[in-house]
């Protein structure tokens, strides 16, 4: 909790350090990668970093906690839970938190200046760093010991066992331990992060949500072709290829209320984390109502259709919607197919049920636009992006 001097002072700055944080973080990136170079080549998001996605991401959660302490608002708890599992998956150290600390500051005073930044104003915005960073530090530290490991063994082996062409654009991975091993157990809807070192020798990280039932001996991922590590898996991981892979983390998983009615909505490679809440609801045969809808550009894009149709036709009752936006006019439509994009206005949405979304950040915008028109309350809505988080 800041002290009431404290608060005081970071409510009447916020604007000013807000205002400013779109060209503090850039400053920050360039201190902190000039003392830490191998932290951009091994650790962070070089797409990211070269869209400013990744600054406008660090923007965001300072200027959102600042602004959840100043007005006490408990939606800090989700802010935190969705970055500590991020940094579990990348094996983030209490001792990363000072060098941020030391960089992140140095560009707050280059940026406004040092008649701006205070000895009162800092020592303000410091104690709201630190808020922050060992709220991240306490539950990461329970991250890691739920997955029994530590930040140093978050990493282990595993062995590409079956390479299954999706569709044009996407590959599905079968994973398992090098020794045959039971590998970790996950919730239905979190991820794993892939590392890999690539033709120039940088080592990069992304998350890949586990599109299989947990309790398997094996895990299984679907990759699209985008971007570097993406890419460098399409060309390089074949049955017999040793990835280095976190332990399964993530904040947005299956509820465990089995008469609580479930939307699960997906866009193009944000089926995978929707496969594998499907495989346990499969499971969990307790008869709740479950409907899913999809959009792909066309069904030769829609990685995952035949799995989809077949695990949806496996449980009782769960209903099938499926938007492709590039069918032409007057094409045949099977059972459960629409034209376009998905409209809200079309499905009956449960009042009282959970919505989880998984898709492009543009497309999950939309989506939330609509349930918030058709009344679905922001607590029942959850979302899974694998881009920066922004405010």
């Given at each position: 909790?800041?002290?009431?001097?404290?608060?005081?002072?970071?409510?009447?700055?916020?604007?000013?350090?807000?205002?400013?944080?779109?060209?503090?973080?850039?400053?920050?990136?360039?201190?902190?990668?000039?003392?830490?170079?191998?932290?951009?080549?091994?650790?962070?998001?070089?797409?990211?970093?070269?869209?400013?996605?990744?600054?406008?991401?660090?923007?965001?959660?300072?200027?959102?906690?600042?602004?959840?302490?100043?007005?006490?608002?408990?939606?800090?708890?989700?802010?935190?839970?969705?970055?500590?599992?991020?940094?579990?998956?990348?094996?983030?150290?209490?001792?990363?938190?000072?060098?941020?600390?030391?960089?992140?500051?140095?560009?707050?005073?280059?940026?406004?200046?040092?008649?701006?930044?205070?000895?009162?104003?800092?020592?303000?915005?410091?104690?709201?760093?630190?808020?922050?960073?060992?709220?991240?530090?306490?539950?990461?530290?329970?991250?890691?010991?739920?997955?029994?490991?530590?930040?140093?063994?978050?990493?282990?082996?595993?062995?590409?066992?079956?390479?299954?062409?999706?569709?044009?654009?996407?590959?599905?991975?079968?994973?398992?331990?090098?020794?045959?091993?039971?590998?970790?157990?996950?919730?239905?809807?979190?991820?794993?992060?892939?590392?890999?070192?690539?033709?120039?020798?940088?080592?990069?990280?992304?998350?890949?949500?586990?599109?299989?039932?947990?309790?398997?001996?094996?895990?299984?991922?679907?990759?699209?072709?985008?971007?570097?590590?993406?890419?460098?898996?399409?060309?390089?991981?074949?049955?017999?290829?040793?990835?280095?892979?976190?332990r399964p983390f993530g904040d947005v998983y299956l509820d465990s209320a089995p008469s609580t009615p479930l939307l699960l909505v997906s866009a193009g490679i944000g089926i995978t984390p929707v496969l594998g809440m499907l495989y346990a609801l499969e499971t969990e045969a307790q008869g709740r109502s479950v409907t899913?809808?999809?959009?792909?550009?066309?069904?030769?894009?829609?990685?995952?259709?035949?799995?989809?149709?077949?695990?949806?036709?496996?449980?009782?009752?769960?209903?099938?919607?499926?938007?492709?936006?590039?069918?032409?006019?007057?094409?045949?439509?099977?059972?459960?197919?629409?034209?376009?994009?998905?409209?809200?206005?079309?499905?009956?949405?449960?009042?009282?049920?959970?919505?989880?979304?998984?898709?492009?950040?543009?497309?999950?915008?939309?989506?939330?636009?609509?349930?918030?028109?058709?009344?679905?309350?922001?607590?029942?809505?959850?979302?899974?992006?694998?881009?920066?988080?922004?405010?």
């Amino acid at each position: 909790m800041l002290s009431a001097a404290h608060r005081d002072i970071v409510s009447a700055t916020l604007p000013l350090v807000g205002g400013a944080i779109g060209e503090i973080t850039p400053v920050f990136y360039r201190r902190l990668f000039a003392a830490h170079p191998e932290l951009e080549r091994d650790l962070f998001n070089r797409g990211n970093q070269a869209s400013g996605a990744q600054q406008a991401a660090l923007a965001g959660a300072v200027a959102m906690y600042a602004t959840m302490l100043v007005e006490e608002n408990p939606e800090t708890r989700a802010l935190i839970e969705r970055i500590a599992n991020k940094h579990a998956s990348l094996g983030v150290a209490p001792d990363a938190y000072p060098i941020v600390h030391e960089h992140l500051f140095a560009a707050i005073v280059e940026v406004l200046g040092a008649d701006t930044v205070t000895t009162d104003v800092a020592e303000a915005w410091t104690a709201v760093y630190w808020a922050m960073a060992d709220d991240l530090i306490g539950r990461e530290k329970q991250l890691y010991a739920a997955a029994g490991a530590t930040p140093e063994s978050t990493w282990i082996p595993v062995v590409v066992v079956e390479r299954d062409q999706q569709s044009p654009a996407t590959v599905a991975f079968t994973l398992a331990a090098p020794d045959g091993a039971p590998l970790p157990d996950f919730h239905a809807g979190q991820y794993i992060s892939v590392s890999v070192t690539l033709t120039d020798g940088a080592r990069q990280i992304r998350q890949y949500s586990l599109s299989h039932a947990a309790g398997v001996d094996r895990w299984r991922i679907s990759v699209r072709r985008d971007g570097e590590v993406s890419s460098h898996l399409h060309e390089y991981a074949f049955e017999g290829t040793e990835l280095s892979v976190s332990r399964p983390f993530g904040d947005v998983y299956l509820d465990s209320a089995p008469s609580t009615p479930l939307l699960l909505v997906s866009a193009g490679i944000g089926i995978t984390p929707v496969l594998g809440m499907l495989y346990a609801l499969e499971t969990e045969a307790q008869g709740r109502s479950v409907t899913v809808v999809h959009a792909d550009r066309t069904r030769a894009t829609h990685a995952h259709r035949a799995e989809l149709a077949e695990l949806v036709a496996r449980i009782p009752g769960a209903e099938l919607v499926t938007y492709y936006d590039e069918l032409p006019d007057g094409y045949p439509l099977v059972a459960g197919e629409r034209r376009g994009r998905i409209d809200l206005r079309d499905i009956v949405v449960p009042a009282e049920g959970n919505v989880y979304l998984c898709g492009p950040t543009p497309f999950m915008q939309a989506l939330t636009r609509q349930l918030a028109d058709v009344d679905v309350a922001s607590d029942r809505i959850y979302a899974e992006a694998f881009t920066p988080l922004t405010a």
